[in-house]
């Protein structure tokens, strides 16, 4: 008895898997520049098609301009470019690559308030 109530517990899993659907596709948003240095996270946001398919991901890049945590978060490293892989662990062919860029700040923010150029123009510090 014990023996088929697991074989049948098995036969349920696989099941489960094949109802839960095959991946068709797969939609990315993530944004082309980040800035070096920037306290403000920004993320890879994958979509498997269609919406019953595990959300599964793996991130692969180079690693020198940006870095991907396992949640998407991505991490600037230094100013360039890399390239980023987006694979669904089911269905792989449906992968994604991406490109971002890591720019170097534009403005910085200091202890100050804000001062004037030597042309009288408004400088914010």
Do not use: F
């Not at 697991?6 to 990315?28: C, D, F, H, S, T």
């Not at 599964?56 to 360039?80: F, H, K, L, M």
């Amino acid at each position: 008895l014990e023996a088929t109530r697991a074989e049948m517990e098995l036969a349920i899993a696989r099941a489960e898997q094949v109802v839960q659907g095959v991946p068709n596709g797969l939609k990315v948003e993530a944004p082309e520049t980040v800035t070096l240095g920037n306290p403000a996270r920004q993320y890879i946001k994958p979509r498997v098609k269609p919406d019953g398919c595990a959300q599964n991901v793996i991130y692969q890049t180079d690693g020198q301009s940006v870095e991907i945590e396992p949640n998407g978060e991505i991490q600037a490293r230094e100013v360039g470019s890399s390239r980023v892989h987006i694979i669904p662990t089911q269905g792989t062919r449906y992968y994604k690559t991406i490109q971002i860029e890591v720019v170097p700040p534009r403005m910085r923010l200091t202890s100050g308030g804000m001062r004037l150029d030597k042309e009288g123009n408004i400088r914010l510090t």
